[in-house]
């Protein structure tokens, strides 16, 4: 759909109303980035991080923290998920689910799976070899399910859409059955990160990605409105940038211009984007609600 120059000049210049880096305890020599959104755990607000020494993508885990003040503190309370990166929230009814990816390393190849767990941390249902699967109940008994597919058209990851009717049909998707999303320019990839419904749309956060000349990632938040019953979504629009934030260290230098959505929420008129930024650090920024403005 276009081109990113002409995709990212449409956005309004003063809907960025603060971004800051989140403040952790209870981790030392390691980096801690790409959190979920808050969500709360036995009367305590609480937010999932992927918690990796820099060096090695492979000792991964996801630690929880509560909120604390203006600062999270590792919550003893809740075991750590090893081998797992990119936490993220959802709500099935009642029911909080919390997803990660789960990975296994064999030399220089990594291998993943998309995991859904409860509020137990018992494992529900996995989606091999694909991140950014991401779920939302529908109204009636459905769920709706955005897949992240690689490889042949959709390239380094498009984005796509089905329903299934329950979260055990997750291991026996049908991507011949889903449909793509084309609603990035053709030299991106990207996929969806968090979902919230609103009447008879879903207003969705993902992330675009592009290569520079350098070869270094280009990641940006975007965010897209979607009606779930004609299965069409509006143009995305870019909602955070990298340099929303302060500079800092990256990962590695190819890393520096990634954020990386987690998760979000929607109250009194703006929206609060939680995001990794430059596989290093973890932020939220405010906006103004961007979907009032389509």
């Known amino acids: 759909m276009g081109s990113l120059r002409g995709w990212m000049e449409k956005l309004p210049g003063d809907y960025l109303k603060e971004a800051s880096l989140l403040k952790f305890e209870g981790i030392e020599g390691k980096d801690i980035y790409n959190p979920s959104k808050p969500f709360k755990y036995k009367n305590s607000l609480n937010i999932a991080a992927r918690v990796e020494p820099r060096e090695d993508e492979c000792k991964s885990e ?110 026996r998707i049908d991507l011949c059955e889903a449909k793509l999303i084309d609603i990035l320019p053709k030299n991106m990839w990207g996929g969806v990160n968090d979902i919230y419904q609103e009447d008879e749309k879903l207003l969705v956060l993902g992330h675009a990605a592009c290569f520079s000349g350098d070869g270094s990632k280009n990641y940006y938040c975007i965010v897209f409105e979607f009606d779930y019953e004609t299965e069409e979504a509006r143009e995305p629009k870019v909602a955070v940038s990298r340099d929303a934030f302060q500079k800092t260290e990256a990962k590695r230098k190819e890393l520096r211009n990634v954020v990386y959505p987690g998760g979000f929420e929607v109250k009194d008129g703006v929206m609060e984007i939680f995001l990794g930024i430059s596989d290093a650090y973890a932020g939220k920024a405010v906006i103004k609600n961007p979907f009032t403005q389509y």
């Open 62 to 171: 996801i630690v929880f923290f509560r909120k604390q003040e203006d600062c999270w503190y590792k919550n003893e309370d809740l075991a750590s998920l090893p081998n797992s990166q990119d936490p993220f929230v959802a709500r099935i009814g009642d029911e909080l689910i919390i997803g990660a990816v789960e990975i296994s390393c064999s030399g220089s190849k990594i291998n993943y799976k998309t995991v859904f767990l409860d509020k137990d941390l018992e494992k529900i249902v996995e989606v091999e070899g694909m991140k950014c699967v991401r779920i939302t109940e529908l109204p009636g008994s459905e769920i709706g399910v955005f897949l992240r597919p690689k490889g042949s058209e959709y390239g380094m990851g498009k984005i796509c859409y089905t329903t299934i009717d329950s979260l055990e049909e997750l291991e």
